[in-house]
T-cell receptor, first 110, second 112 residues
Framework: RKEVEQDPGPFNVPEGATVAFNCTYS??????FFWYRQDCRKEPKLLMS???SGNEDGRFTAQLNRASQYISLLIRDSKLSDSATYLC???????????FGRGTSLIVHP | ETGVTQTPRHLVMGMTNKKSLKCEQHLGHNAMYWYKQSAKKPLELMFV???????ENNSVPSRFSPECPNSSHLFLHLHTLQPEDSALYLC???????????FGNGTRLTVT
């Protein structure tokens, strides 16, 4: 099993749709979790941290399920500008080296 | 100036050239990273410096040589590269532990 797994997609959705991505991780000792957004040929940018209690930032909601070892990202009311690759990142405890998923591609069309 | 700054943004070099990529962070972080991202491929960790210690991916060829003179500056020295080394090279920094990485804009390298 890969350390961090994501469905590569692409997820092709119309504007205004709600879309959800999941990411599973194998290291049960992982301590922190993040979603990044990466536009084509650009650097990854931190979208949001993922907290145990779940957290929301505008149209974006992130959740963590430690028992099943997955995190999720929900995007409501999708915009054309949400089209990007979304990277799941997991930090193991006691290490400076995070593990990146391969990313999920989202395409929002008119 | 804030964040993570990389220079140059674009670099074209021949296989016999020697060049260096530079990264500077103004976030007070104590760990810095080099990543490579080839076209349509995932991020590949090359090197990590934390508290002036170096951790490296053993699969990185010796034609890539990192240097970290202090916690704010990181270099990647390049020599006798191959065309397959053409990629986006990303620098990042973090406070370590449970903190997220912050990336620079990257250097797009083309080896001819």
């Amino acid at each position: 099993r890969k350390e961090v797994e994501q469905d590569p997609g692409p997820f092709n959705v119309p504007e205004g749709a709600t879309v959800a991505f999941n990411c599973t991780y194998s290291n049960s000792a992982s301590q922190s979790f993040f979603w990044y957004r990466q536009d084509c040929r650009k650097e990854p940018k931190l979208l949001m941290s993922v907290y145990s209690s779940g957290n929301e930032d505008g149209r974006f909601t992130a959740q963590l399920n430690r028992a099943s070892q997955y995190i999720s990202l929900l995007i409501r009311d999708s915009k054309l500008s949400d089209s990007a690759t979304y990277l799941c990142v997991v930090n193991p405890g006691g290490s400076y080296i995070p593990t990146f998923g391969r990313g999920t591609s989202l395409i929002v069309h008119p | 100036e804030t964040g993570v700054t990389q220079t140059p943004r674009h670099l074209v070099m021949g296989m016999t050239n020697k060049k260096s990529l530079k990264c500077e962070q103004h976030l007070g972080h104590n760990a810095m990273y080099w990543y490579k991202q080839s076209a349509k491929k995932p991020l590949e960790l090359m090197f990590v410096y934390s508290l002036e210690e170096r951790v490296e991916n053993n699969s990185v060829p010796s034609r890539f040589s990192p240097e970290c003179p202090n916690s704010s500056h990181l270099f990647l020295h390049l020599h006798t590269l191959q065309p397959e080394d053409s990629a986006l090279y990303l620098c990042a920094s973090s406070s370590g532990g449970t903190s997220p990485l912050h990336f620079g804009n990257g250097t797009r390298l083309t080896v001819t």
